[in-house]
């Protein structure tokens, strides 16, 4: 759903499809952050035209900074490469990889029609992770699953480290098949000019 890059878009569309409606307050921490996530996701969809894209986007952009963990799905994105970049390199790549992750969701996030967005209660351990399990329900149809792959940042602090598509498509694995080519060719400097290139393509709306 990440148009830009065809594996992003890929779950951006499909949640696009099925706005999301707050289920029952989970109890976990983990699966707490995503429904808090997706509160503020759904307050953005209400406002959709109103709000416009930007305003889309300014209101997502801090719920996105507390639920995703960007710099280390930035570098895993990237793959090996990132040992070699410096710290102003790696800087602007997590700068750039927000501003495309934010607009995506700014762009196909743009109207609410009332389908439920369910956390789901039952989340696994996979030391040190844990999975939160997640379903779009349609008005009509078969729910689709998405699982979010979460670390501890620190201090109990649960946040994305990756979100899998039918609950087993990892969109990262698919970011990094998407950026390989870029990374092996233009570096770093060439990587952060696409995502950017992507996110203003976006924006336009």
Request: aromatic content about 10%.
């Amino acid at each position: 759903m990440f148009k830009g890059f065809a594996a992003g878009l890929a779950i951006v569309s499909v949640l696009a499809a099925w706005p999301a409606a707050a289920a029952d307050a989970p109890t976990e921490a983990a699966a707490k952050k995503i429904q808090a996530f997706y509160g503020v996701l759904v307050d953005a969809m209400k406002g959709g035209s109103k709000l416009g894209i930007q305003g889309r986007y300014d209101k997502l952009k801090p719920a996105i900074e507390t639920a995703f963990n960007l710099p280390v799905m930035t570098q895993f994105a990237v793959g090996p490469d990132w040992s070699k970049y410096s710290e102003a390199d790696h800087k602007a790549l997590i700068e750039a990889f927000e501003r495309m992750t934010v607009s995506n969701y700014a762009k196909n996030f743009d109207s609410y029609n009332g389908q439920q967005f369910v956390v789901l209660p039952n989340v696994v351990n996979r030391a040190p992770d844990k999975v939160v399990q997640t379903e779009m329900r349609p008005a009509k149809g078969d729910p689709v699953k998405f699982n979010y792959r979460m670390r501890d940042a620190g201090g109990g602090d649960w946040k994305v480290i990756d979100v899998f598509l039918a609950g087993f498509t990892s969109q990262l694995a698919l970011r990094r098949s998407e950026f390989s080519d870029t990374v092996a060719k233009e570096g770093a400097s060439g990587l952060v000019k696409k995502m950017n290139a992507v996110a203003d393509n976006t924006m336009k709306g």
